[in-house]
């Protein structure tokens, strides 16, 4: 079967990092988005990545080893309003979204 | 500004009641989906649909109904057949052109059946 996994809930201070780690199994393998979702809202987008490495955008930054099934989204210099879930999704051999069920970031001051 | 619209926010039903969810679209993507949302659990995917006057089922289908008359409109029914409808759920839609194309979604409509 297929199957994403993230832990269910991390805990970070403000202003610190944090990697929220994903790991996959799905039959083929079409790229992995980073979702965020603020309680009771849309999840938004944050990255895509289909090859091997890290791809940076502000203070948030995603890595992807395809070899290992493995991907992490790191978060810099935390700021309160990073509290939020975390959603990893893989697009399989079909170019259907399988999606993990999302890390709760608690940030404290 | 560009974007997908769901209403209501919050909608409350009684057991045994049909109810339809609206989605509406002004980002003039081709694809649009409907995603159910329970706590501990990762979206899933009840219907999408890739072009007008087609849609083809998720994983979770059964008790749900849609309708794609129009590029813009992707509205979702919850039917009595449906055994656990309270859930929060989320529509969307995406440009198919592109592998890499993000997935955009409307702020959803939590449903509450009694």
């Known amino acids: 079967g297929q199957n994403i996994d993230q832990p269910t809930e991390m805990t970070a201070t403000e202003g610190a990092i944090v990697q929220i780690n994903c790991t996959y199994q799905?039959?083929?393998?079409?790229?992995l988005f980073w979702y965020q979702q603020h309680a009771g809202e849309a999840p938004t987008f944050l990255s895509y990545?289909?090859l091997d490495g890290l791809e940076e955008k502000g203070r948030f930054s995603s890595f992807l080893s395809r070899s290992k099934g493995y991907s992490y989204l790191l978060l810099k210099e935390l700021q309160m309003k990073d509290s939020a879930s975390y959603l990893c999704a893989v697009s399989d051999s079909n170019y259907q979204l399988i999606w993990g069920a999302g890390t709760k970031l608690i940030i404290k001051p | 500004d560009g974007g997908i619209t769901q209403s209501p926010k919050y909608l409350f039903r009684k057991e045994g009641q049909n109810v339809t969810l609206s989605c509406e679209q002004n980002l003039n993507h081709d694809a649009m989906y409907w995603y159910r949302q329970d706590p501990g659990q990762g979206l899933r995917l009840i219907y999408y649909s890739q072009i007008v006057n087609d849609f083809q089922k998720g994983d979770i289908a059964e008790g749900y109904s849609v309708s794609r008359e129009k590029k813009e409109s992707f509205p979702l029914t919850v039917t009595s057949a449906q055994k656990n409808p309270t859930a929060f759920y989320l529509c969307?839609?995406?440009?198919?052109?592109?592998?890499?194309?993000?997935?955009?979604f409307g702020n959803g409509t939590r449903l509450t059946v009694t």
């Open positions: 799905t039959s083929g393998f079409n790229g």
């Open positions: 969307a839609s995406s440009d198919t052109d592109r592998e890499s194309s993000p997935l955009h």
């Open positions: 990545n289909v």
